[in-house]
């Protein structure tokens, strides 16, 4: 089983700032890797997918990078509706497979 | 637009089982993976298994392979998920999930999730 972490457990970011979430597989995942955005009460929204493509509606603010083993999810300029939950999966090996989560809150 | 719609939370006693829903409309059903993904109180999300309608063969996580079942009704768009031996540990809001591809890859349309208490 591919176990994904991600770092930090929680990033304390003011509102107009630059975050950036990591996230690392066990073994290399070529560049199967989502990203989502979840928060409290609702279900989880796909941001990215194939490591870099942003998903359908998605503000350009959200990027992500990488390919192996390691990736980053880069949002430009938090929002206030960007302090949520984001957590990154694996679709390259079964099972698949969902990181830890990063809480990105509110400095 | 796809939408996927599940049925409603459940109390269950534990060694019990319990069968989730979760129909689809909007596209085609049969094509795309569809996965449950579980998420127990303030934790993380959890891949269960998922299926591709039209092959009909699930993959499962080992955790669960010997209690869960994931099928699809092609003639009615809907999947399923059930999950047997019911403990404490498997109080969950559990969710549907489908992606945009043939395969059981990421996930962009989700349930509203159902949520399974498991309490003597």
């Known amino acids: 089983e591919i176990v994904m972490t991600q770092f930090p457990a929680t990033l304390s970011v003011s509102p107009g700032e630059r975050a950036t979430l990591s996230c690392r597989a066990s073994?290399?995942?070529?560049?199967?890797l989502a990203w989502y955005q979840q928060k409290p009460g609702q279900a989880p929204r796909l941001l990215i997918s194939?490591?870099?493509t942003r998903a359908t509606g998605i503000p350009a603010r959200f990027s992500g990078s990488g390919s192996g083993t390691e990736f980053t999810l880069t949002i430009s300029s938090l929002q206030s509706e960007d302090f949520a939950v984001y957590y990154c999966?694996?679709?390259?090996?079964?099972?698949?497979?969902f990181g830890q989560g990063t809480k990105v809150e509110i400095k | 637009q796809v939408q996927l719609v599940q049925s409603g939370a459940e109390v269950k006693k534990p060694e019990s089982s319990v069968k989730v829903s979760c129909k689809a409309s909007?596209?085609?059903?049969?094509?795309?993976?569809i996965s449950w993904v579980r998420q127990a109180p303030g934790q993380g999300l959890e891949w269960m298994g998922g299926?591709?309608?039209?092959?009909?063969?699930?993959n499962y996580a080992q955790k669960f392979q010997d209690r869960v079942t994931i099928s699809a009704d092609e003639s009615t768009s809907t999947a399923y998920m059930e999950l047997r031996g019911l403990r404490s540990e498997d109080t969950a809001v559990y969710y549907c999930?489908?992606?945009?591809?043939?395969?059981?890859?990421?996930?962009?349309?989700w349930g509203q999730g159902t949520l399974v208490t498991v309490s003597s």
């Open positions: 999930a489908r992606g945009t591809r043939p395969t059981v890859a990421d996930f962009e349309y």
């Open positions: 909007g596209g085609t059903f049969k094509y795309y993976g």
């Open positions: 299926i591709i309608p039209v092959y009909g063969t699930a």
């Open positions: 073994h290399s995942i070529s560049s199967d």
């Open positions: 194939g490591a870099s």
């Open positions: 999966q694996q679709f390259n090996n079964w099972p698949r497979t």
